[in-house]
């Protein structure tokens, strides 16, 4: 009978067969030669990272809420109660907005402060993933890995955007590799559990990042894993007592101290912003149930050909192996926020470091013929882009104009003729068996590609920013001179302002703010035009549907600004 120890030997890394005619001399000096090159690619990935991160504007909407989130908190001082345009603002935790009053404090007021956390989250993901695979399948196997996850679109793209998926990404994957690294076969007791007590504060990290979802994701891949292997194994090693004083100590205080001094927050937290969002449609969000798979598809590019590979099947394990909790984990995370009456694309992100670690682990025992094909599918995707590229003037509208979409255009060509670059030298690499080296050369041709493609997103990211229009309109007006927001409200507007703005018959998410300060805002059109006519200097944001209403009442005002959606007055 096979002991647990053997069977867990059975399910070892495959290495791949030597490059033929490898030099004994050569092979002793190819380690620190590799780690030269590892290191050096490592640098020129995070420069390409972290460099165009300040480069674009901040957008509407989740930009701009969450730059001004944590501008506020810098601003004012206030650590616990977290406030969006001076108003109450309790839809999550404040652990990303601690991070980014930090980054302004330190870095000053500017896009890349605003964005250095998700930037940085999405950088450390990428290091955790090629981290765990090398201690689970050796360092070659790491490196892969670590290719696999930065040049996957969908981490890419939502490291390069303030949201707060970045940082919930982060924590649940430090959550799930470190359960991986306590069980691989190889820890002691001791490091089993500083391992386990890691994935106890990182689990706590997560809901203080994004919620309850931090830690119902590996709570339920815990209880899915177990009844599919049926091996309770992994609850009796979670090290309960101390784990959850761990998770409590982390998680505890802000929750405690932000309800000690906003006796609402409990109820409107947890009740609307969790079960409410969760079960019903009330944020007005909803999809079909097949919504995400569309960007499951489109985010796992360049590797999108290797999910076949994810099916194949080891009957040698017998027990709780990686394979098992990684795919239980893109399974759970996907089917989770299909079923959500509220959905946005980058809630799955979560899915993608485990779909790299799964990829880089039957990557191991891969054959360059089967890898060769694998490259066909970006070379098409990536040539069909750089074609529609060219009839840009197909898609010229009102809310696309030509300005805007040619650059888009141009990136796109410039991208995809990168793109293609990097996998004929992968292909050429594979027919000579070096499959790290083709893997590294698609890596860093696809990260060069998105990001050419980012930046020429500012363009059209201008039309979603308020950064034009407060250049527009600082020079007009005073630290004393009201701004209105009348019916219509630019995330992006405070932060570029750098103050609060009077919200003008407007709610939306402002609604349970407004109930505690109801004087911070101006219920209806009438009370607005009262106030506007009593004011000897005013500046307002509007509809261009809003401007036509108050200009047919004969309203004082002067247009400064003028784009198809949006109109900035001022007075006199």
């Given at each position: 009978?096979?002991?647990v120890?053997?069977r867990?030997?059975?399910?070892?890394?495959?290495?791949?067969?030597?490059?033929?005619?490898?030099?004994p001399?050569?092979?002793?000096r190819s380690?620190?030669?590799?780690s030269?090159?590892?290191?050096?690619l490592?640098?020129?990935?995070?420069?390409?990272?972290?460099?165009?991160?300040?480069?674009?504007?901040?957008?509407?909407?989740?930009e701009?809420?969450?730059?001004?989130?944590?501008?506020?908190?810098?601003?004012?001082g206030d650590?616990?109660?977290?406030?969006l345009?001076?108003?109450?603002?309790?839809?999550?935790p404040?652990?990303?907005?601690?991070?980014?009053?930090?980054?302004?404090?330190?870095?000053?007021?500017s896009?890349?402060s605003?964005?250095?956390?998700p930037?940085?989250?999405?950088?450390?993901?990428?290091?955790?993933?090629?981290?765990?695979?090398?201690?689970?399948?050796?360092r070659?196997?790491?490196?892969?890995?670590?290719?696999?996850?930065?040049?996957?679109?969908w981490?890419q793209?939502?490291?390069?955007?303030?949201?707060?998926?970045?940082?919930?990404?982060?924590?649940?994957?430090?959550a799930?590799?470190?359960?991986?690294?306590?069980?691989?076969?190889?820890?002691?007791?001791?490091?089993?559990?500083?391992?386990?007590?890691?994935?106890?504060?990182?689990?706590?990290?997560?809901?203080?990042?994004?919620?309850?979802?931090?830690?119902?994701?590996p709570?339920?891949?815990?209880?899915l894993?177990?009844?599919?292997?049926?091996?309770?194994?992994?609850?009796?090693?979670?090290?309960?007592?101390?784990g959850?004083?761990?998770?409590?100590?982390?998680?505890?205080p802000?929750?405690?101290?932000?309800s000690l001094?906003?006796?609402?927050f409990?109820s409107?937290?947890?009740?609307?912003?969790?079960?409410?969002?969760?079960?019903?449609?009330?944020?007005?969000?909803?999809?079909?149930?097949?919504?995400y798979?569309?960007?499951?598809?489109?985010g796992m590019?360049?590797?999108?050909?290797a999910?076949?590979?994810l099916?194949?099947?080891?009957?040698?394990?017998?027990v709780?192996?990686?394979?098992h909790?990684?795919?239980?984990?893109c399974?759970?995370?996907?089917?989770?926020?299909?079923?959500?009456?509220?959905?946005?694309?980058?809630?799955?992100?979560p899915?993608?470091?485990?779909?790299?670690?799964?990829?880089?682990?039957?990557?191991?025992?891969?054959q360059?013929?089967?890898l060769?094909?694998?490259?066909?599918l970006?070379?098409?995707?990536?040539?069909?882009a750089?074609?529609?590229?060219?009839?840009?003037?197909?898609?010229?509208?009102?809310?696309?104009?030509?300005?805007v979409?040619?650059?888009?255009?141009?990136?796109?060509?410039?991208?995809?003729?990168?793109?293609?670059?990097g996998?004929?030298i992968?292909w050429?690499?594979?027919?000579?068996?070096?499959?790290?080296?083709?893997?590294?050369?698609?890596?860093l041709?696809?990260?060069?590609?998105?990001?050419v493609?980012?930046?020429?997103?500012?363009?059209?990211?201008?039309?979603?920013?308020?950064?034009?229009?407060?250049?527009?309109?600082?020079?007009?007006?005073?630290?004393?001179?009201?701004v209105?927001?009348?019916?219509?409200?630019?995330?992006t507007?405070?932060?570029?302002?750098?103050?609060?703005?009077?919200?003008?018959?407007?709610?939306?998410?402002?609604?349970l703010?407004?109930?505690?300060?109801?004087a911070?805002?101006?219920?209806?059109?009438?009370?607005?035009?009262?106030?506007?006519n009593s004011?000897?200097h005013?500046?307002?944001?509007?509809?261009?549907f809003?401007w036509v209403?108050?200009?047919q009442?004969?309203?004082?005002?002067?247009?400064?600004?003028?784009?198809?959606?949006?109109?900035?007055?001022?007075?006199?």
């Amino acid at each position: 009978m096979k002991t647990v120890a053997s069977r867990r030997q059975a399910h070892a890394a495959i290495a791949l067969p030597p490059a033929p005619h490898t030099m004994p001399h050569a092979a002793a000096r190819s380690p620190d030669l590799a780690s030269w090159a590892a290191a050096a690619l490592l640098l020129l990935l995070a420069l390409i990272w972290f460099g165009t991160l300040g480069t674009r504007s901040l957008i509407h909407p989740d930009e701009g809420r969450y730059a001004s989130l944590a501008l506020e908190m810098a601003r004012s001082g206030d650590w616990v109660t977290p406030r969006l345009n001076g108003l109450l603002y309790f839809e999550k935790p404040a652990l990303q907005y601690w991070i980014g009053a930090l980054s302004f404090l330190a870095f000053g007021v500017s896009e890349f402060s605003a964005r250095l956390w998700p930037g940085l989250a999405g950088f450390l993901t990428v290091l955790v993933v090629g981290f765990t695979a090398a201690r689970l399948w050796g360092r070659e196997t790491g490196v892969r890995a670590l290719a696999i996850a930065v040049s996957m679109t969908w981490i890419q793209v939502n490291s390069h955007f303030l949201t707060l998926d970045a940082g919930l990404t982060l924590f649940l994957t430090v959550a799930l590799c470190a359960v991986l690294l306590a069980n691989n076969g190889r820890s002691d007791a001791r490091q089993r559990r500083r391992w386990i007590w890691l994935a106890w504060a990182a689990m706590a990290a997560a809901v203080l990042s994004k919620g309850l979802v931090g830690i119902v994701i590996p709570g339920a891949v815990l209880v899915l894993v177990s009844l599919w292997r049926r091996d309770t194994s992994l609850w009796r090693g979670l090290h309960w007592a101390s784990g959850l004083l761990i998770f409590l100590a982390i998680t505890a205080p802000w929750f405690v101290l932000v309800s000690l001094r906003n006796p609402g927050f409990a109820s409107f937290f947890f009740i609307h912003e969790h079960f409410a969002r969760y079960l019903t449609e009330v944020h007005q969000r909803e999809g079909a149930w097949w919504y995400y798979l569309p960007f499951v598809l489109v985010g796992m590019l360049p590797w999108t050909g290797a999910l076949p590979w994810l099916l194949r099947k080891d009957r040698t394990e017998a027990v709780i192996a990686p394979r098992h909790l990684l795919a239980t984990w893109c399974v759970f995370v996907l089917l989770f926020f299909s079923a959500s009456g509220s959905k946005l694309p980058s809630y799955i992100l979560p899915m993608f470091p485990a779909l790299a670690l799964l990829v880089a682990m039957q990557l191991r025992d891969a054959q360059p013929g089967p890898l060769r094909r694998h490259l066909l599918l970006p070379a098409l995707v990536w040539g069909l882009a750089g074609l529609a590229s060219t009839q840009s003037g197909r898609f010229v509208s009102i809310v696309s104009p030509a300005e805007v979409l040619a650059p888009l255009a141009s990136a796109l060509r410039i991208g995809a003729a990168l793109m293609l670059v990097g996998l004929a030298i992968g292909w050429w690499c594979l027919g000579r068996r070096r499959v790290t080296a083709a893997v590294l050369s698609l890596a860093l041709s696809q990260v060069t590609a998105t990001a050419v493609v980012l930046q020429a997103h500012n363009g059209y990211g201008q039309l979603k920013s308020a950064a034009a229009i407060a250049a527009v309109l600082q020079p007009l007006i005073t630290p004393q001179t009201p701004v209105f927001c009348v019916r219509a409200y630019d995330q992006t507007l405070p932060f570029y302002l750098q103050r609060d703005v009077v919200l003008v018959d407007y709610e939306d998410e402002f609604a349970l703010g407004q109930q505690h300060e109801p004087a911070r805002s101006i219920p209806t059109l009438d009370a607005f035009v009262a106030r506007w006519n009593s004011l000897p200097h005013a500046a307002a944001y509007m509809s261009v549907f809003a401007w036509v209403e108050l200009h047919q009442r004969g309203l004082p005002m002067r247009i400064a600004f003028q784009d198809p959606r949006r109109v900035i007055v001022v007075k006199p």
